[in-house]
């Protein structure tokens, strides 16, 4: 028996093959609740999706958190949120920005906006204190800073 084994929506989300059609028929087919369990590493389905190598775009994460918006809000062993590890990942810097917009686009503002993982770092501290920087890296930077300020704004 592998790791998750037993939890559809982590083994979804760590296939490489993770697409919309996989994330959205888990969500068909099995108990909204199961999305949200916590498996041995105290990793959520999200957690495992989007620290995915192989996620090239934001589409999953999309309909992961169109599905189960809440998820956005789950911390693991070590108190970050998926948009941490979406920001911090390397693999993440070229490929990922289409992930980390679609993530802020999705999750309520308390989910980006202040919170902080278990060393008090923000997802956005996180993605600018990558070594590389590039152009999606950039606009990820910049979609996550129009967003903070729009929920600021709202207040």
Same mark, same amino acid.
């Given at each position: 028996?592998?790791?998750?084994?037993?939890?559809?929506?982590?083994?979804?989300?760590?296939?490489?093959? &993770? =697409?919309?059609?996989?994330?959205?028929?888990?969500f068909?087919?099995?108990?909204?609740? +199961?999305?949200?369990e916590?498996?041995?590493?105290?990793?959520?389905?999200?957690?495992? +999706?989007?620290?995915?190598?192989?996620?090239?775009?934001?589409?999953?994460?999309? *309909?992961?958190? @169109?599905? *189960?918006?809440? *998820?956005?809000?789950?911390?693991?062993? @070590?108190?970050? =949120?998926? /948009?941490?590890?979406?920001?911090?990942?390397?693999?993440?810097?070229?490929?990922?920005?289409?992930?980390?917009?679609?993530?802020?686009?999705?999750?309520?503002?308390? *989910?980006?906006?202040?919170?902080?993982?278990?060393?008090?770092?923000?997802?956005?501290?996180? /993605?600018?204190?990558?070594?590389?920087?590039? =152009?999606?890296?950039?606009?990820?930077?910049?979609?996550? /800073?129009?967003?903070v300020?729009?929920?600021? &704004?709202?207040?």
């Amino acid at each position: 028996m592998q790791r998750n084994d037993h939890l559809p929506f982590h083994q979804a989300g760590s296939s490489t093959s &993770a =697409t919309t059609e996989g994330i959205e028929g888990c969500f068909q087919e099995h108990d909204f609740e +199961l999305s949200m369990e916590i498996d041995d590493q105290q990793m959520s389905a999200l957690h495992i +999706l989007c620290a995915n190598p192989f996620l090239g775009t934001g589409d999953a994460i999309h *309909a992961y958190l @169109t599905s *189960a918006p809440g *998820a956005s809000n789950v911390n693991d062993g @070590t108190e970050m =949120t998926g /948009l941490h590890i979406l920001c911090s990942l390397p693999h993440q810097e070229t490929s990922g920005s289409d992930a980390i917009c679609a993530y802020l686009t999705l999750a309520p503002g308390d *989910a980006y906006e202040y919170v902080q993982d278990g060393t008090g770092r923000t997802g956005l501290y996180i /993605l600018c204190s990558l070594p590389h920087q590039d =152009t999606s890296t950039s606009d990820a930077i910049r979609t996550y /800073l129009q967003l903070v300020s729009e929920a600021v &704004a709202s207040l």
